[in-house]
């Protein structure tokens, strides 16, 4: 195993620790709401006003500009330097910066005028809320921009876990009204989810200032929307949003058909995909944001093979976490459900219906999180419009299958396309990316992917033997030890056999790991 496996395998471990962190306080934030707000107004206009933030950090930060800006930034720090990149670096934030809050302003403008015009309580709310959330797009997009710097410099803990710092930020802000201050008044209560907002962005962006100014030097606003970095990013970016916008098409397709199915498919749908997406987040997109770097790097060298060599690790280690996933979802679909979800409204008939669904879901875990792997070759050599329309007639293809499928199957029709739809994209990807890199992108994969089956396959039988063991008894604690006992089998029985079966991935994210603490 050489180095750059080794930070590979390392780095990837620090993403999707934060990933995970991040996802396990989301959630008991959304447990607190729960039980501070319910499903009350208050709540209700806070999720919508703190959409529009949301919206543009997705455009101008994580997404769409984070693949612009690291292959720049990565190779003008391997041809020019340090000193030259970083300068470069802080013309394009500023810019971005002066973008975003331009933006903000007109965004401020608009909900003042348009308030007069909404009188109900719903409509009200979000429009007060509103002008006092949409500042934090401007400190979110400093942050994510500094985090793309971070990535490139091979600093990965720091923008991995920073979202923690918002959960904790929205728990608190929920919680301090209501136990310590006594507020009764929901309206009032959420006053503090705006402020928490605005705190938890300060701190994020002073975050990533004061580890950018210790790495490579202070940060100097200086916006020049002219520079030929800053153009070179715009360029890059425009076919990137585009291709933000097709994604969020795609879900609105989606939740549209739901809807038309009826209200059962579509919560059935929407609570098999927060089971599904945490894999997918915990190792795909990690691993994406961990190898984009290391690409963009090879590239600025012009070597191809490293590139490729970088494509194949990153599948390999990917597809080692995700086959279980599958195996262990598959085996403890049911206990799973239940345990997380069966108490009040959610009756054993939305069990039913999220299974349904979930189980058309489970094939496509790799897929999913393969996609974020095989875009990073396109983004690191500069070419965002590929991916773009790849995406493009995957969507159109996804809508016509759901057309079809959706009559037979349901709410699990809609799902089986999204799975299809996402094999055939990382088809073509893999296949455009070994042509563009004149190499062999799955050369030396299949023996791996088989021992990996072999072993996931052992596992499933593993955990669904321990199932049958479990008594089925209503309530937490037997649901917990029908889905504990039998996980940590299967997982077991997972590692083990992939270890004899000579998987060299569990090695590898060991010594990355190692490597990456000395």
């Known amino acids: 195993m050489n180095d750059h496996t080794s930070n590979l395998s390392g780095h990837m471990l620090v993403v999707s620790g934060g990933i995970l962190v991040s996802r396990v306080l989301g959630l008991a934030r959304d447990i607190v709401f729960a039980y501070v707000f319910g499903t009350g107004t208050a709540l209700a206009a806070f999720v919508i006003a703190n959409t529009f933030p949301n919206l543009l950090r997705e455009m101008f930060g994580e997404g769409a500009f984070s693949h612009a800006m690291v292959p720049v930034f990565s190779s003008t720090l391997e041809r020019e330097g340090r000193a030259t990149a970083w300068q470069g670096a802080c013309?394009?934030?500023?810019?971005?910066?002066?973008?975003?809050?331009?933006?903000?302003?007109?965004?401020?403008?608009?909900?003042?005028?348009?308030?007069?015009?909404?009188?109900?309580?719903?409509?009200?709310?979000?429009?007060?809320?509103?002008?006092?959330?949409?500042?934090?797009?401007?400190?979110?997009?400093?942050?994510?921009?500094?985090?793309?710097?971070?990535?490139?410099?091979?600093?990965?803990?720091?923008?991995?876990?920073?979202?923690?710092?918002?959960?904790?930020?929205?728990?608190?802000?929920?919680?301090?009204?209501?136990?310590?201050?006594?507020?009764?008044?929901?309206?009032?209560?959420?006053?503090?989810?705006?402020?928490?907002?605005?705190?938890?962005?300060?701190?994020?962006?002073?975050?990533?200032?004061?580890?950018?100014?210790?790495?490579?030097?202070?940060?100097?606003?200086?916006?020049?929307?002219?520079?030929?970095?800053?153009?070179?990013?715009?360029?890059?970016?425009?076919?990137?949003?585009?291709?933000?916008?097709?994604?969020?098409?795609n879900i609105v397709v989606d939740r549209l058909l739901a809807g038309w199915l009826g209200e059962l498919a579509t919560t059935s749908l929407y609570y098999s995909q927060r089971l599904i997406y945490l894999p997918v987040g915990l190792f795909g997109v990690a691993m994406g944001i961990v190898a984009l770097p290391a690409m963009s790097r090879a590239w600025a060298r012009a070597e191809s093979e490293p590139m490729l060599d970088s494509l194949r690790t990153a599948l390999r280690h990917v597809l080692f976490a995700t086959l279980p996933t599958v195996a262990m979802l598959a085996a403890l679909r049911y206990p799973v459900v239940r345990l997380l979800f069966e108490r009040g409204g959610f009756t054993d008939e939305s069990t039913r219906a999220t299974v349904w669904a979930m189980v058309f879901y489970l094939p496509g875990i790799p897929a999913f999180a393969c996609v974020k792997i095989a875009v990073t070759p396109f983004y690191a050599r500069h070419d965002t419009r590929t991916p773009v329309r790849i995406a493009a007639w995957c969507l159109a293809l996804n809508v016509v299958l759901n057309l079809i499928l959706m009559q037979f199957l349901a709410q699990g029709g809609l799902a089986l396309a999204t799975t299809i739809c996402s094999f055939v994209n990382v088809f073509f990807l893999l296949l455009l990316a070994a042509r563009r890199l004149q190499g062999e992108a799955l050369r030396g994969l299949l023996r791996p992917v088989l021992r990996m089956a072999a072993a996931a396959l052992f596992a499933y039988f593993a955990a669904t033997a321990v199932l049958g063991l479990i008594p089925v008894r209503p309530g937490f604690w037997p649901e917990l030890m029908r889905v504990f006992p039998p996980l940590l089998a299967g997982g077991g029985s997972y590692l083990g056999l992939a270890l004899v079966l000579g998987c060299r991935e569990p090695r590898e994210m060991l010594a990355g790991n190692r490597a990456r603490k000395q």
Request: aromatic share 8%; with cysteine.
């Open 91 to 249: 013309r394009v934030i500023s810019s971005l910066a002066l973008v975003v809050a331009t933006l903000v302003g007109l965004a401020i403008a608009a909900v003042v005028l348009l308030r007069p015009w909404f009188a109900g309580e719903l409509a009200g709310l979000t429009l007060r809320l509103t002008p006092w959330l949409l500042p934090y797009a401007v400190l979110v997009c400093l942050s994510a921009a500094l985090a793309a710097v971070l990535n490139s410099l091979g600093r990965f803990a720091l923008p991995a876990y920073s979202q923690v710092i918002m959960n904790l930020a929205l728990i608190a802000g929920a919680l301090l009204p209501f136990l310590w201050l006594r507020l009764n008044n929901q309206e009032s209560q959420v006053w503090f989810l705006v402020a928490a907002v605005l705190l938890a962005g300060i701190i994020q962006a002073y975050l990533h200032l004061r580890s950018c100014r210790k790495r490579i030097g202070d940060f100097a606003f200086a916006p020049r929307l002219r520079d030929p970095m800053v153009g070179q990013v715009a360029r890059l970016m425009a076919p990137a949003l585009l291709g933000v916008g097709v994604m969020q098409v």
